[in-house]
């Protein structure tokens, strides 16, 4: 059981908006900043978000990041093909140190 | 360009220990935290700690402290994951990544490096 919650699976068709959620507590994501991270299959987690909202370079604006009080969400509009992946949000925790959502598998259908 | 890169795959017998390594190159390598995450075959992600290279200060997730220890040699710009007594659940993928950001409570993790896998026979 993760310490951060994030629905396992969601799924859109091409061209739509999907968000993801990632519900935490007032020790993790209440206080501190929120990222993202990207899966491809067979690959190496890439970041994707960083400090809530902020988008690394070479990362389409198509990705975005929001919080609110204890939880955050990614939201990918004109959704593609190739944005099937692994989607996990990430935090540190006052008492656990750094800490991982459960991950969602993204379905572009 | 920032680069991570890991030490190959690794098969080993449980009980056995065991070193990987992951080398930085492209930056100042003692001024950034590393970090080691640990995969599951089919699971999620798992934040195992991090250490500073110029001090050798390390953080742990408590379900790692005592399990593994982290270390780097920033003379030869190389972070370390270790095992003293391997068990079968430590079957994984280990991915190492630089540590990004002011402070450690608003950190990210980025590069990663390509992953490690390590395989423990029973």
């Known amino acids: 059981q993760s310490v951060l919650n994030q629905p396992p699976s969601a799924s859109g068709t091409p061209g739509q908006t999907v968000t993801i959620s990632c519900s935490g507590s007032s020790s993790n994501i209440g206080i501190n900043t929120v990222n993202w991270y990207q899966q491809l299959p067979g690959t190496a987690p890439k970041l994707l978000i960083y400090?809530?909202?902020q988008r690394p370079s070479g990362v389409p604006d198509r990705f975005s990041g929001s919080k609110s009080g204890t939880s955050a969400s990614l939201a990918i509009s004109g959704l593609q093909s190739e944005d099937e992946a692994d989607y996990y949000c990430a935090t540190w925790d006052d008492s656990l140190n750094g800490v991982f959502g459960g991950g969602t598998k993204l379905t572009v259908l | 360009e920032v680069q991570l890169v890991q030490s190959g795959a690794e098969v080993k017998k449980a009980g056995e220990s065991l070193k990987i390594s992951c080398r930085g190159s492209g930056y100042d390598f003692p001024g950034y935290w590393i970090g080691w995450v640990r995969q599951m075959p089919g699971k999620g992600l798992e934040w195992m700690g991090i250490v500073f290279p110029r001090n050798s200060d390390t953080r742990y997730s408590p379900s790692f402290q005592g399990q593994v220890t982290i270390s780097a040699d920033k003379s030869i710009s190389t972070a370390y994951l270790q095992w003293s007594s391997l068990e079968a659940s430590d079957t994984a993928m280990y991915y190492c990544?630089?540590?990004?950001?002011?402070?450690?409570?608003?950190?990210?993790?980025?590069?990663w490096g390509q992953g490690t896998l390590v395989t423990v026979s029973s």
């Open positions: 990544a630089r540590v990004r950001g002011h402070q450690l409570a608003q950190n990210w993790f980025d590069p």
């Open positions: 400090s809530d909202n």
